[in-house]
């Protein structure tokens, strides 16, 4: 029995799936590719699965990951042969290799957004977005736990956003990228990034585009 990461991407209509349809996919996925999963032990045996953190619905994801456990003689290579033979569009496997960090050491993700619209000239939304993190404050509300009870709690956007730029790119479009949280203790959803961003800058997209593109760990470097 040995550990192996598997990477994907989950891309185009595939950023619709949730992450428990997400789960589903991969399970059926192996044992169509017939790759010899370790099942843990009991009364309901199950095949040893472990995912980063969910993406949240409609945002595409670059560099995934899925870590199980394998049985036999079989080799990364056959293993990423065999699923990406059988996985649905949109969700395309990279690789397939023994983990370097644990799950739980994930601290932060990049994402892209890539804003298009035709009201203002790009570069002019680029400023106004970029001006907008030199407010003292960004203020938002995300959901919580208190005990078993869900609450919403106010949250300072100002104190999270790190490596933060705004590009003018062709056609009026405008690509953001920051790095939020996203550990196991503490996350940012981007959703309430960007709704503020464009909120504040009265930006109406014609479409917007979500995009993780890293996930990394404390010390900075990718995870992988």
């Known amino acids: 029995m040995r550990d192996v990461r598997i990477r994907f991407s989950?891309?185009?209509v595939a950023k619709y799936i949730s992450h428990l349809?997400?789960?589903?996919?991969f399970s059926r996925a192996f044992v169509r590719a017939k790759i010899p999963l370790w099942y843990t032990e009991g009364f309901n045996p199950r095949p040893y699965l472990n995912f980063t953190s969910p993406l949240s619905l409609g945002v595409e994801?670059?560099?995934e990951c899925v870590d199980i456990r394998v049985e036999g003689d079989i080799t990364d290579g056959e293993i990423v042969a065999r699923l990406s033979a059988v996985m649905p569009p949109d969700i395309a496997i990279g690789s397939a290799a023994p983990p370097n960090h644990k799950m739980n050491a994930i601290e932060a993700s990049r994402y892209a957004f890539t804003i298009e619209q035709h009201a203002?000239?790009?570069e002019e939304l680029a400023?106004?977005?970029r001006k907008n993190t030199e407010r003292p404050h960004l203020p938002v509300y995300k959901m919580a736990k208190r005990g078993k009870e869900k609450v919403q709690k106010e949250i300072d956007l100002k104190e999270y956003l790190a490596d933060f730029s705004a590009e003018a790119g062709e056609n009026g479009t405008v690509t953001v990228r920051v790095t939020l949280p996203s550990s196991p203790q503490f996350g940012v959803n981007p959703k309430l990034f960007i709704d503020r961003f464009l909120?504040?800058?009265g930006t109406v997209p014609d479409r917007?585009?979500?995009v993780r593109e890293e996930l990394f760990v404390s010390d900075?470097?990718?995870f992988c």
């Open 10 to 12: 989950k891309t185009g």
């Open 21 to 25: 349809d997400l789960m589903r996919c």
């Open 61 to 63: 994801g670059l560099r």
């Open 120 to 122: 203002v000239p790009a």
């Open 127 to 129: 400023e106004a977005l």
């Open 199 to 201: 909120t504040d800058t």
């Open 208 to 210: 917007l585009r979500m």
């Open 220 to 222: 900075g470097q990718p």
